[in-house]
């Protein structure tokens, strides 16, 4: 059976004046799925949510919603339900008003608002505010009865903003896991952005990875994490971030300013393949460098910057040969390593990124 397309975005272009806010995008949303628009500030996921929202018009490019070209259809006619990232509530109502206004003005019976109200005030646990006004609640309750009242009416479409960015990190956590099961429960379309990457991983079916306007990789959280396309989507994928070495192939070797990196025979093969590979970028992800304190042949001899234990993990960041850059290893917490501590560190073969030094593009 081949997957329904809920809403599909064909070369849209945004521009603001001179900006480019969205840069010729062409992306389905597929029937059910939650997808999340990750890219650091500035990259145009907001605007992409207007547009499809119907808040932006469009500068180039056409949007369809269900098979039906949405151009020029107001707001009002797409029944999407959004949550800003500047969510506004209605300052003179209740948060129990607040909550059932989307269906009080489509005139549902007082048994069913009241039903639904408590139904969702129980998942964001906001049941103890229903008398409050918004100036007498948190920025986070704030957030969470915005959220709830997106949630309150059966919309084709979810667009939510950044829901989750005032709340505590707890409580992020918390309701980043009630809003997957919700989604997945109600099976509702969800497009979702955030810069915030381990909420990209942890709630997506698919990412969008956005750079200046530009999908970079549209790909399941797996597909993003292990396989990332070029360098930007590897470096902004990750928490701490990808280590990388400029440096060169030369003869089955990847060969930096501090260390030479023997390849796998499978590896060169592969980059035989592409045809002519010289200056490239050598990538490891911090949780494939492996750090000891005695000798282990093929690995580098590395003086620690300085070891900071997480509880559950240590992070070891290490200078290699004369290296000014300071890398880094995730490692197990029983590694205490002292300042200037002398230690060995490799790199698990079957890990390692090779990036194009000109076009960033991933090569391995
Ligand atoms: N109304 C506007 N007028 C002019 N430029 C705008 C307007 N709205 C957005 N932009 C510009 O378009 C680009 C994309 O903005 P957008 O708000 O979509 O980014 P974003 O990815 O949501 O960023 P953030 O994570 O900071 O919310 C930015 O350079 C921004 O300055
Ligand atoms: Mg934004």
Do not use: C
């Not at 272009?13 to 806010?21: D, I, L, P, S």
């Not at 009242?149 to 979810?158: D, Y």
């Not at 990875?209 to 993003?224: A, F």
């Not at 992800?285 to 000798?295: A, M, N, Y």
């Amino acid at each position: 059976m081949q997957t329904e397309i809920k809403a599909n975005m064909k070369n849209v272009t945004k521009r603001f004046g001179e900006v480019v806010a969205v840069n010729n995008i062409s992306l389905d949303i597929k029937e059910g799925e939650f997808l999340v628009l990750l890219g650091p500030s500035g990259s145009g996921k907001t605007t992409l949510l207007r547009l499809l929202a119907g808040l932006e018009e469009l500068t180039e490019g056409d949007i369809y919603i269900e098979d039906t070209l949405v151009n020029n259809l107001p707001p009002r006619h797409r029944n999407i339900a959004m949550v800003f990232q500047n969510y506004a509530l209605y300052p003179h109502m209740s948060v129990f008003e607040n909550l059932a206004y989307p269906l009080k003005i489509r005139k549902r019976s007082k048994e069913e608002i009241a039903k639904r109200v408590r139904e969702v005030a129980e998942v964001l646990e906001i049941s103890e505010l229903f008398k409050r006004r918004p100036k007498q609640i948190s920025g986070g309750q704030k957030q969470r009865v915005a959220l709830g009242r997106a949630m309150i009416r059966k919309a084709n479409l979810f667009l939510m903003d950044e829901p989750l960015s005032n709340l505590d990190a707890k409580l992020r956590v918390q309701m980043r896991a009630e809003l997957r099961r919700l989604q997945k429960s109600m099976g509702t379309t969800t497009v979702y952005v955030t810069h915030d990457q381990a909420e990209a991983m942890t709630l997506a079916d698919r990412v969008a990875v956005l750079n200046n306007g530009v999908v970079q990789q549209l790909d399941s959280p797996e597909e993003v994490y292990f396989h990332p396309v070029n360098r930007f989507v590897a470096g902004f994928v990750g928490s701490p971030q990808m280590n990388f070495f400029a440096g060169s192939y030369e003869e089955a070797k990847i060969k930096t300013d501090y260390f030479e990196y023997p390849l796998p025979p499978e590896v060169v093969k592969k980059l035989e393949k592409k045809g002519k590979v010289e200056k490239i970028y050598f990538g490891i992800r911090p949780e494939d460098v492996t750090v000891s304190k005695i000798e282990i042949e093929g690995a580098y001899n590395a003086r620690i910057y300085v070891s900071e234990l997480m509880g559950a993990e240590s992070f070891v960041f290490f200078t290699i040969g004369n290296s000014v850059e300071r890398f880094l290893s995730r490692t197990s917490p029983d590694f205490r390593g002292n300042m200037d501590e002398s230690i060995w560190v490799s790199f698990k073969e079957d890990k390692i990124h090779i990036f194009d030094y000109d076009t960033d593009a991933a090569i391995i």
